[in-house]
């Protein structure tokens, strides 16, 4: 077998292969063993007939397809890994025969592999440094969360309707005058404040008394789920039928050891405050990351496979998919009730898809450009402080560590240590 690569076009390798005539009389010699039990030849048992009779029978190219996808599976994984520091393929190639004689047989390959991004700049850009704080107000109200757990739901009828209230609606929604898909039911349960609607949708249902009929405005995001509806304005009647709010019980010392293991109001509150604001200083640090790494996009210059796209798109629908599934829904019927298609819900992720495929991109070419890596030291410190965190030493720990998660910790080292050098070296504005 020899072959050759050249550069094809929009970020594909044009892999020749050409075999011999042996290694083609053995590709069909292996064809004929894999798949004589499918052939009928009359007087011989079915899969007993010789090879030369069953070529006599049905033609010589009766073991043709097979053959090639012997070749194919023999070879090209042989030949992504002679070439992998010349290119890495990201999808299935698309397949070709240039030539077939009794001398030679060859293949084309045309293979989508990773491709190389130009960036204008990454350095001295002005970009947005996002940190954030909390509140008391926030404190207290995640400390009473746990008062939820002896709650009782009581019917409300003397006062309208609040955030924290399960209220019972009706809805009917419409987009310049015409109801769409999804946008209607009665007897609804929705529990104001908890961000199921989208925003602006119970805050205005919020303050609403039982029997009341109000009509709504809402603003779908640009990035709505259902095409048809994004950045459109859409009206909702809503009928009020009822509204059930809940009876809390007295936030005590007792009540927060029983129910927490803390000992004290006041020692659950600093639990609270400090995790509070970790999670604040990890939003802080991702959306600052995000602002990064958008504004070095807009420098950069990709041609993309699709064939990336599609895997980036298949990565996003199955993890709706687990969304929904905590929903106890499926995927099928979710798509089903929006009056879509498989293929109209995957479009709707392209762009995204192509914005998270150029960014990794970016990524990956600046950790190349700039050498950086994780050292073993570096590792080792890691490694360590995930022991202390479940009460094991360093050497119990690296016993279960399988090479996934070694290469989950070289990787997080690495891009914590670029955003590090990103940060000191553009212009962050608080």
């Keep these: 077998?020899?072959?050759?690569?050249?550069?094809?076009?929009?970020?594909?390798?044009?892999?020749?292969?050409?075999?011999?005539?042996?290694?083609?009389?053995?590709?069909?010699?292996?064809?004929?063993?894999?798949?004589?039990?499918?052939?009928?030849?009359?007087?011989?048992?079915?899969?007993?007939?010789?090879?030369?009779?069953?070529?006599?029978?049905?033609?010589?190219?009766?073991?043709?397809?097979?053959?090639?996808?012997?070749?194919?599976?023999?070879?090209?994984?042989?030949?992504?890994?002679?070439?992998?520091?010349?290119?890495?393929?990201?999808?299935?190639?698309?397949?070709?025969?240039?030539?077939?004689?009794?001398?030679?047989?060859?293949?084309?390959?045309?293979?989508?592999?990773?491709?190389?991004?130009?960036?204008?700049?990454?350095?001295?850009?002005?970009?947005?440094?996002?940190?954030?704080?909390?509140?008391?107000e926030e404190i207290s109200k995640e400390v009473n969360k746990i008062l939820d757990r002896e709650a009782k739901t009581v019917d409300v009828t003397d006062r309208p309707c609040a955030d924290g209230d399960t209220v019972n609606i009706n809805f009917s929604g419409s987009v310049d005058g015409e109801k769409f898909p999804g946008g209607t039911a009665e007897d609804y349960d929705l529990v104001l404040g908890s961000g199921s609607f989208i925003p602006g949708f119970e805050s205005q249902v919020a303050g609403m008394n039982i029997g009341e009929d109000r009509d709504i405005t809402v603003h779908f995001p640009a990035d709505y789920q259902a095409e048809n509806l994004r950045d459109k304005d859409a009206v909702f009647a809503i009928h009020l039928n009822s509204v059930k709010g809940k009876e809390l019980p007295e936030l005590t010392d007792e009540y927060v050891k029983k129910h927490t293991g803390s000992e004290t109001v006041a020692d659950y509150t600093a639990k609270v405050k400090e995790r509070l604001e970790k999670q604040a200083q990890s939003r802080g640090r991702d959306e600052t990351e995000n602002a990064?790494?958008?504004?070095?996009?807009?420098?950069?210059?990709?041609?993309?496979?699709?064939?990336?796209?599609?895997?980036?798109?298949?990565?996003?629908?199955?993890?709706?998919?687990?969304?929904?599934?905590?929903?106890?829904?499926?995927?099928?019927?979710?798509?089903?009730?929006?009056?879509?298609?498989?293929?109209?819900?995957?479009?709707?992720?392209?762009?995204?898809?192509?914005?998270?495929?150029?960014?990794?991109?970016?990524?990956?070419?600046?950790?190349r450009e700039e050498k950086i890596t994780a050292t073993q030291e570096e590792i080792d410190a890691k490694i360590a402080e995930q022991a202390?965190?479940?009460?094991?030493?360093?050497e119990e720990y690296k016993k279960n560590i399988d090479p996934r998660q070694q290469e989950y910790i070289t990787n997080d080292i690495v891009i914590t240590k670029l955003f590090t050098f990103l940060e000191e070296n553009n212009n962050m504005t608080k």
């Excluded at 053959?67 to 520091?85: C, D, G, M, T």
């Excluded at 958008?294 to 990336?308: L, N, R, S, V, Y």
């Design 292 to 367: 990064i790494v958008e504004a070095i996009c807009k420098t950069a210059e990709c041609e993309i496979p699709q064939a990336m796209v599609e895997s980036e798109i298949d990565r996003m629908v199955q993890d709706f998919s687990y969304r929904l599934m905590y929903q106890g829904l499926k995927l099928e019927d979710y798509i089903k009730y929006m009056g879509q298609t498989m293929p109209q819900f995957r479009a709707q992720f392209s762009e995204q898809a192509k914005t998270r495929v150029l960014s990794q991109l970016v990524i990956e070419k600046i950790v």
């Design 1 to 136: 077998m020899k072959y050759t690569t050249t550069a094809g076009e929009k970020s594909t390798v044009k892999v020749t292969i050409d075999f011999s005539k042996e290694e083609w009389e053995g590709a069909i010699s292996e064809a004929y063993k894999r798949t004589r039990g499918k052939y009928t030849v009359p007087g011989f048992r079915k899969g007993k007939a010789p090879k030369s009779v069953v070529e006599n029978y049905y033609g010589k190219a009766v073991f043709f397809d097979e053959a090639f996808n012997v070749l194919y599976s023999q070879h090209y994984p042989e030949i992504l890994e002679k070439e992998r520091a010349n290119f890495t393929a990201v999808g299935e190639p698309e397949l070709s025969v240039d030539d077939l004689s009794d001398e030679k047989v060859t293949l084309t390959a045309v293979i989508p592999v990773k491709p190389d991004v130009k960036i204008g700049a990454y350095k001295g850009l002005d970009i947005k440094k996002y940190e954030y704080s909390v509140t008391e």
């Design 388 to 394: 202390a965190s479940v009460g094991k030493t360093a």
